[in-house]
Structure formats: C-alpha cells, structure tokens
C-alpha cells in the first residue's frame, strides 16, 4: 500500500517567514495530493491540493510543488502569520476507486510573532 | 451550510465496554469514510461507504470494530470490548462523489479515552 513520509515534525519561523514542508510518496499510481490544516481540537481543514497532471498550484500565501518523477510534493507558506500556526498534514490517494487518503504523520508549524 | 457533525465529541469508556460513536455527513454526499487518528500522528484510514454500501474495510484494526451506514446518510462506527489501545480520536469525513482525487470534508472527531 501507499505510505508517505513527511519532513519536517516540527518547524518554527519568524512571523514574515517563509516555511516549506515536504512529504515522499510510495505508490507512483497515486494521484492526489491534497494538504490538510489541523488547530488544536479541532478538525482537519483542505488548504490546499494538487493533481498529477499539475506540477504547481498557487492560492495567496500558499503552494504546493508536486514532482511525479521523484515522488515527492511540498508546501510553501510565504509571509507567514500567527494564525498559521497548526499541525499540517499532506496526504496521498490513488483517485478513481483508490479513494482513501494515505496522511504524514504531521508537521507543527509554530510562527513566532 | 451544515458540515460534518459527530457525536458524542468526547466519550470515555472502561475497558471491556462497548462504545457507538455517531457521523452525520454533509446531505447528499454518496462517499464517507472513517479514519482514526492516535495522538500526534496523521489519520488513518479505517472504513469507506458508497451510500450504503460498505466498500471497504480494509483498515479496521479488528473484528470489535464494526461500522454501518443503513439509509445511505448517518453512519455508526461501534467498537465492542473496548481496550487501552482503542483510545484515539475517531475522525468522519465525507465527499459529494463517489471517486478519489476530490475533496474529503472532516467533521471534528470524538475522543474515546479507554480507562
């Protein structure tokens, strides 16, 4: 099955900051990669996703880089704020009938004001 | 509109009790799914529906745990005898198609703490 690795566990940054997370994939059928915000107690939250036929996607303050050769995809936060601080999670999916999410195991993002 | 709700948010149990934990998924979403997720790691995958149908079950870590979705909308995830190792969060997510590579929607999760 798939399995995926995510860098770093934890990641501190001045507010304004840029911070980069990165995860490794398994399964090169995999094409889904969606990122997921989590705050303490409280439910994860889609920030942000991207599909194998795409190799970067943009939203304001925040990318994903997805390289299929490698098998490896990344978040980018630019201009860092307070409230981004969370755990952040990426994931992996097969889509079509490979449906369910493989997750990191997290990466805590402190920003320091 | 309405996301995903779960309840009980919190529910502690003794060991050996039986527990039924409770999603209500966005209406008209086909797909749910149940993952676990163990303190300071990512969820894992435990169970998907098609409407009522139980696709998968691949990731339920043993046959205490069963999951059911009867008219095709709230779905119960029960775990009998309840041990230590059972204690983790209990995440509900559901999405309006059937396939992968689309937008999973959690609700909050229960709590089980197993005493």
Do not use: M
Not at chain 1, 3 to 32: F, M, R
Not at chain 1, 49 to 72: F, M, P
Not at chain 2, 95 to 104: A, K
């Amino acid at each position: 099955g798939e399995n995926v690795e995510q860098h770093p566990s934890t990641l501190s940054v001045q507010e304004g900051d840029s911070a980069v997370i990165k995860c490794t994939y398994s399964d090169s059928a995999s094409n889904y990669f969606p990122w997921y915000k989590q705050e303490l107690g409280k439910r994860p939250q889609l920030i942000i996703d991207i599909r194998s036929n795409v190799g970067e996607k943009k939203d304001q303050r925040i990318a994903v880089t997805l390289n299929k050769t490698a098998k490896h995809f990344s978040l980018h936060i630019t201009e860092t704020q307070p409230e981004d601080s969370a755990v952040y999670f990426c994931a992996a999916s097969g889509g079509g009938s490979n449906y369910k999410l493989t997750f990191g195991k997290g990466t805590l993002l402190t920003v320091n004001p | 509109g309405a996301g995903v709700s779960q309840s009980p948010r919190y529910k502690v149990a003794k060991r050996g009790q039986d527990v039924a934990l409770r999603c209500d998924p966005i209406s008209g979403h086909v797909s749910l799914f149940w993952y676990q997720q163990a303190l300071g790691q990512g969820p894992e995958f435990l169970t998907y529906f098609q409407n009522e149908a139980q696709l998968d079950k691949s990731g339920l870590p043993s046959d205490r745990f069963f999951a059911e979705r009867p008219e095709g909308s709230v779905s119960t995830l029960k775990i009998q005898r309840t041990q230590q190792e059972d204690s983790a969060v209990y995440l509900c997510a559901s999405s309006l198609v059937t396939l992968g590579g689309y937008e999973q929607y959690f609700g909050p999760g229960t709590r089980l703490t197993v005493t």
